[in-house]
């Protein structure tokens, strides 16, 4: 598979990005849901600020409260018997290592401009920051879907109350329509196809099942883009196999003539991420064509191997131009970077799925 990197890679750093909040440091600048508007090319980036501390015995967790609008700071040592700090992105309870209870960075979703698609400018403000009960740990990893002139923007609500899938519309990237929480925790990966199909709107989702099943994506339908129901299954993981660990959805689904083109991430137990691709029916998009059985795109580049979480290319949206596909994706869960690839190509590389 022929992938052209941009030379000018990564695209945006964390040094790129002044924190918005005084005593903190951006860690990350990644996973970015894209949009054309305009003439230019916006990237609405996942910002990640943690607290500044200067003991590194001591770890720190910021909470935001949409009540006072204020931002709380936690703290604590790495020795305290009944936490768990393995994992540099939360904290969890020892007796509890499924899930977490804080986390070491608070998100936020702040845009990057281009005018040339290559070279960014960073906006001084925030564009979505926390503002309920539902975004006290943050907002996270934004995916951007165009219908007519109206942008539908969702992305990942995280509070103690787990992580939920919520939507926002904008006309303009200055204000937008809060049209609340979509899909009830734990989900997260929605997309949103770019058009009705037989009267209705369609998403990828991805439950994060706690019970029983897999790290699966599904496939849901609305009347009005709020009230989703009609859940199916669409693609599960597959065992000892690039995308055995977990998959989610990564760019809005694609228009071709052969079919909805789903470009999607896959990770193996030990969370290497690696891009790979699936084809559903036009007409019925819960019924899959075709599913590209090795990945599209691997971590290869050191910017995408080294980082605050290595191993890990993470597609997050794309601008389609012809045949030629420009997809920005984070990498290593710092960055922002981007590369084009050609759809016919990754048409070819789909394989019939087993009757």
């Excluded at 960014?120 to 934004?142: K, M, V």
């Amino acid at each position: 598979m022929k992938i052209e990197r941009f030379n000018e890679n990564p695209l945006i750093t964390p040094a790129d990005v002044k924190p918005l909040h005084e005593g903190y440091e951006v860690i990350g600048a990644f996973n970015g849901g894209v949009a054309k508007y305009n003439d230019e090319v916006l990237l609405l980036l996942r910002v990640a600020e943690r607290p500044i501390s200067d003991d590194p015995n001591v770890i720190k967790a910021p909470v935001f409260d949409p009540r006072t609008q204020t931002m709380e700071v936690l703290t604590f040592h790495r020795d305290d018997p009944d936490y768990d700090f393995d994992d540099p992105r939360m904290i969890r309870k020892k007796d509890k290592l499924d899930s977490f209870v804080y986390l070491t960075s608070l998100s936020y979703i702040r845009i990057a401009r281009s005018k040339d698609g290559h070279h960014f400018t960073i906006d001084e403000e925030a564009f979505l920051y926390p503002f309920n009960e539902y975004q006290s740990y943050g907002i996270e990893d934004a995916r951007c879907t165009q219908i007519g002139d109206t942008y539908y923007i969702n992305f990942s609500s995280v509070s103690p109350m787990g992580v939920c899938d919520s939507l926002v519309a904008t006309k303009d990237f200055q204000s937008y329509q809060d049209l609340g929480n979509i899909f009830a925790p734990e989900n997260k990966d929605v997309l949103i196809f770019p058009e009705q199909i037989n009267g209705r709107y369609y998403a990828l989702h991805r439950p994060s099942l706690k019970s029983i099943g897999n790290y699966d994506i599904w496939i849901a339908s609305s009347p009005d883009l709020v009230s989703w129901g009609q859940h199916r299954h669409l693609l599960g993981i597959r065992e000892d196999c690039w995308d055995s660990g977990r998959v989610g959805g990564g760019l809005v689904p694609i228009k071709t003539d052969e079919g909805w083109l789903i470009i999607y991430h896959g990770a193996t137990p030990e969370h290497r991420y690696c891009m790979g691709a699936a084809l559903v029916d036009l007409q019925d998009p819960t019924r899959v064509i075709a599913r590209s059985q090795k990945p599209i795109m691997e971590p290869e580049a050191d910017y995408e191997k080294n980082g605050f979480f290595g191993d890990v290319v993470f597609g997050c949206g794309g601008i389609l131009v012809a045949d030629q596909l420009t997809m920005y994706y984070g990498v290593a869960d710092t960055s922002m970077a981007g590369c084009t690839l050609s759809i016919a190509e990754i048409l070819k590389q789909l394989k019939e799925v087993e009757k």
